[in-house]
């Protein structure tokens, strides 16, 4: 049980997700490409060193009956412009289906979700919001997007398959 400062840390971040749930619907969390503020953290040290792409993901859907969603290897403005336009038609009454294709009139991408099966080992905050141990996760999709010729990770000549691991293969 953390106690002292990482408490109260705790109490203010969770206050955070809480109000941007209730006034936009979802919070987006990022996790990598920055520094960790967390009491008893090195600031010094990068998030991410190990290699491992950053990676986004919403808090608020499964309030909906919906499944969280969760993006990989995009830059932090990427992931959030992503992340809230679809969140948005699921918020509007789409329901998300694994394996059909999304396309965007404002971004050259398409994107397809996928069941993420480790969601326990990433939704750490989505789970912390809805008090949910992690081997009982809310459930999440892996947007997965397309490289700039059209073809995603699981077709012969994709642009960057480390920047954009298969759901199941990464965890934070």
């Given at each position: 049980m953390?106690t002292g400062?990482?408490?109260?840390w705790?109490?203010?971040a969770?206050a955070?997700?809480?109000?941007c749930v209730?006034?936009?619907g979802?919070?987006?969390?990022?996790?990598?490409?920055g520094?960790c503020?967390?009491?008893?953290?090195?600031?010094?040290d990068p998030?991410?060193?190990d290699g491992?792409p950053?990676f986004?993901?919403t808090?608020?859907l499964?309030?909906?009956?919906?499944p969280e969603l969760?993006?990989?290897?995009?830059s932090?403005e990427t992931?959030?412009?992503?992340?809230?336009?679809?969140a948005?038609?699921v918020?509007?009454?789409q329901?998300?289906?694994?394996g059909?294709l999304?396309?965007?009139?404002?971004?050259?991408?398409?994107?397809?979700?996928?069941?993420?099966?480790n969601p326990?080992?990433?939704?750490f905050t989505a789970?912390r919001?809805?008090?949910?141990p992690?081997?009982?996760?809310?459930?999440?999709?892996?947007l997965?997007?397309?490289?700039?010729?059209?073809r995603f990770?699981?077709e012969?000549g994709?642009?960057?398959?480390?920047?954009q691991?298969r759901?199941?293969?990464?965890?934070?």
């Amino acid at each position: 049980m953390p106690t002292g400062d990482k408490l109260a840390w705790l109490d203010q971040a969770d206050a955070r997700v809480t109000e941007c749930v209730r006034t936009y619907g979802v919070y987006i969390q990022y996790v990598g490409g920055g520094r960790c503020a967390a009491p008893g953290c090195s600031l010094g040290d990068p998030l991410g060193e190990d290699g491992e792409p950053p990676f986004a993901y919403t808090v608020g859907l499964f309030g909906l009956h919906h499944p969280e969603l969760v993006t990989v290897g995009l830059s932090v403005e990427t992931a959030a412009a992503l992340l809230n336009h679809v969140a948005r038609r699921v918020m509007e009454g789409q329901d998300l289906i694994p394996g059909a294709l999304l396309t965007f009139e404002e971004w050259q991408h398409s994107v397809v979700p996928e069941v993420l099966p480790n969601p326990g080992e990433v939704l750490f905050t989505a789970n912390r919001y809805y008090r949910r141990p992690d081997h009982a996760s809310v459930p999440a999709l892996q947007l997965t997007y397309d490289d700039v010729t059209g073809r995603f990770p699981w077709e012969e000549g994709y642009a960057a398959p480390d920047k954009q691991p298969r759901p199941g293969t990464w965890s934070a």
